[in-house]
Every structure is written in structure tokens, then in C-alpha cells.
């Protein structure tokens, strides 16, 4: 049964529910447990607010102006005046899913009670959500170290009637959205600006619709592989359990195993055992589940420091109602989530770059052994077949290992040199999520590939779970008898893999 709706209680959120707030729509709403929370939290912020004592973001400047005091009667105007400065964001806008990715988030973090807002504040987050409200925020202008600021900012503005939005698909300024959705815009008070784009919202939302992308390439990978292994007519001995048992690597071991399990019940593979003269397979097939095993096991580590970043309270400074205290500190820094997502860049560069290998071997024509004709031609010479999709998925994997440059190592100090080690984790997102496209568009072209090298091997069959991927990709590409372009084919098979 499909879940309905889900409840912010302070809890930690799951990869899967943000995806599906992002996504496909999925209500929220805010339980009564954080209701007590951010009330408790309200109240210490208050009492600070009422003192003379400086308390950062509460009742002084931000980064280097922090030394500044303010007077009680200027607090509001501070919070306001700090989102409209900090809207400074260029660049296209960012997807929508992201930018929902970026709102549920950002409410299960007010809700777990550490930032000191009034519940009024994630109450108009969420009711923004549902009624399919998105601000329209600029892809660049984050750091990724001092929170989001500039994309946090443009969406807290359009909270405030200010800003852009769309309603739907519709464009138009974040003052109408609101009213038309039948909303009253907040007007923040002390602590509620900083703690609106203090926070690394717009990386954990790219980072956690990536891994969801990432599950499935590599599914649709480890079958790519298997289907490849049986149409070169590769030997299985190098995926005997006894040799994965003795390297002891848990990603290695996992993949071998899929890859036996994918091709149980082949008749490609005894077919050709007694009387291949092949002692070994090139790397990209005998070594595959070293290979992809590293980078599936690399993601799943990843996968660890996301979900903790999705229980996380990253806002600065934090509010204790036990004590009644505000504690300044340094949550807000994106290089946990930097580094993690440099590591998916480059576990994708594998991932894609041992499958394009694949393709140009099952291609090239120079294995006469596995009877496939060069580039699958119909008519060689006449034809060229499938010979261009191997340059595609070059072309991808040359841009995959550019954007495989760590961006967390690329330090620019900001704010008058008071924020002086900056996580470019921003920057590490936005290129996860080009990265992620091309590989996916890889393992499209191995498929397509494997596919066309299953028709020539007829009326042989492959394993029950590559013939079960055949089948899907048959659904929306025909078997090729001539030539015709590979574009819309590979197009059809990406959007399968997604």
C-alpha cells in the first residue's frame, strides 16, 4: 500500500520519503511531538532576545559583522534584511525535485527543536510543499560551508511573499504563489532568517536523489555486465566463489554473486566451454566484480553519511532548551557530505568507464570466437551498425573523469576571511548530478549493445534475469535489421534506467 502522507516528528527522514516528497508529491505534515519542540526551543530563544547579552544570530551581525550588537527594536528588520542580502544566487534555477528535496528537509531539521523557530515557520514550510509551491532558486552561489546560504535564502524569501516561485508550472513572484495558495507569508523574527538558510539542505537533497538514481545504474550495471559476459561468449570460471572468498572484499563477493545468479540457466555459456581455445577474458569482463564491486561498495559506505545528515540539525547557532542556552558551532558545514560526493563521482567513473570497455571488445570485432560481426553490422561496409555508440559512451566517460575532480579540495575563503575554509559541497552536487546522467547513459548504450549481440546468438538464451532485461528493453527498442540512428534507442533505454 502506498504510503499516504509523512508525519515530521523530529525523527531522522529516510532517503526513500524525501525522494517521494521531492518526486512524487507525498504530503507533509508536522506532528505534534515537534510542535513541543520548537516551542521549547522558541522560548529559550526569547529569553536571549530580551537580554543585553550578545548571543550570535540573534542579537548581532552575521560572518565578519558578528562583532556588530543591535538594539532590540532592529531585530526583526535584521532577519529580513539578512535574507534579502543573502538572495545572491546566479545561474539557472535549480530542478524542482531539488528544491522540494531542499524544503522537506529543511522542515525535518526546524522540527527536531535545535533551531528556535516558532512552529508557525515549518507549518507554512510544509503547507508550501503540499500545495506544490516551489521557490525558484539559482543553482550557484553556494560554498557549502557557512549552510547553503544564497539558495536557502531564495527560498526563505518566497516564505517571507518576496522572491519567485512557480505554482505548478507556472511562474511567477513568490508574493502571488503564496496568496494564491491560499498562504500568509511569515515575517521572521529574531534567530528565524539565519536559521532558514543556515544548513546544508541543497547538498543532502542532491545527495539523497542521487543515491536513488545510483541504485538502480547499478542494478541495470551489474546485468549490463552479465549480459556482456554471455554475449562475448566470455568464460564464468572467474566468478567461482572460492576466488571472491579469498580476496575476503564484501562488494567484490556481492557482485560475483549477482553475476552467477544473473546467468543461471544460460545455454550461451555451455555451448562454447569444451571447445573455446580462451584462457582468460580481457579486464573488463574477468574483472568486473573487483571493479564494480569497489565502487558499489564505496556508495553504500556513502549511503551512511547521508542518512545521518538526514537526522541531522545543521543550523548555527544551535538551541538547548534543557539548559537554556545558545551554543555556536560549526554544524552547518558541508564537508562530510563534499567528500562523500566526490567519492560517488568517482565510483560512477567505474562504473561507466569498465562498461564502455565492454562495448568497444563485443564492437571491435577482433574476438572471432564470439561470432559477432564488426559493430553488428547487417552488412559490413555498407552498414557501420552500432560502431558510434561506443564514441558516445567515450565521449561520456572523458567527461565523467573531469568532472571526477574533487571540488572539496578547492578552498576559496569568504566573508572577509572569518569563513576561511570553505566545503565546496555545492559544487561536488552539481556535478554529481551531470555525472550521474552520463553514466547512466553508459550502461543505456552496454544494454543496447548486449541486446543486439543476444539477437545474433539466437536461438540461443542468456541467463533468466538478463532475458528478463532483454524483454524490457524490446518493449521500447526493436530489434535492428538495418541501419537506423542509435539516439532515440538509447534515449528510450535511459529513461527505462530511470
Known sequence: MDQQSLILNGGPLIGPDVVSVARKGLTVSIGEEAIKRMSSSRSTVEKVAASTNPTYGINTGFGALS?????????DQLQMNLLRSHAAG???????DVVRGMMVILAGSLCRGFSGVRPEVAELLVSTLNANVTPVIPSRGSVGASGDLAPLSHLALVLCGEGKATLGDKDMPGKAAIAAAGLTPIIPVAKEGLALINGTHLMSSIATLALADIALICEAAVIATAMSIDVAKATDSFLDDRIHAARGQSGQQTVAASLR??????????????????????????????????????????????????????????????????????????????IAMDELRISLCHIAGIAERRVEWLLSGRDIHNNLPPFHACKPGIESGLMITQYSAAACCAELRTLAMPASISNISTSGGIEDYNSMGATAGLLLRRSVDLCRTVIAIELLVGCDSLDHHRPLRSGDAVETMYEKVRKVVPVRNCDRSPADDIAAIESLLR
Open 261 to 338: 545468479s544473473h546467468l543461471k540457466n544460460s545455454t550461451i555459456l555451455p555451448s562454447h566451454r569444451e571447445d573455446d581455445l580462451r584462457v582468460q577474458d580481457p579486464y573488463s569482463f574477468r574483472c568486473s566484480p573487483q571493479v564494480l564491486g569497489a565502487a558499489i561498495e564505496a556508495i553504500a559506505r556513502i549511503t551512511g553519511t547521508i542518512s545521518a545528515e538526514l537526522g541531522a540539525v545543521t543550523d548555527n547557532p544551535l538551541v538547548f532548551p534543557k539548559d537554556d542556552s545558545v551554543v555556536s558551532g560549526g554544524n552547518f558545514h558541508g564537508m562530510p557530505l563534499a
Open 67 to 75: 562583532t556588530t550588537s543591535i538594539s532590540k527594536d532592529e531585530l
Open 90 to 96: 546566479v545561474g539557472d534555477p535549480l530542478p524542482q
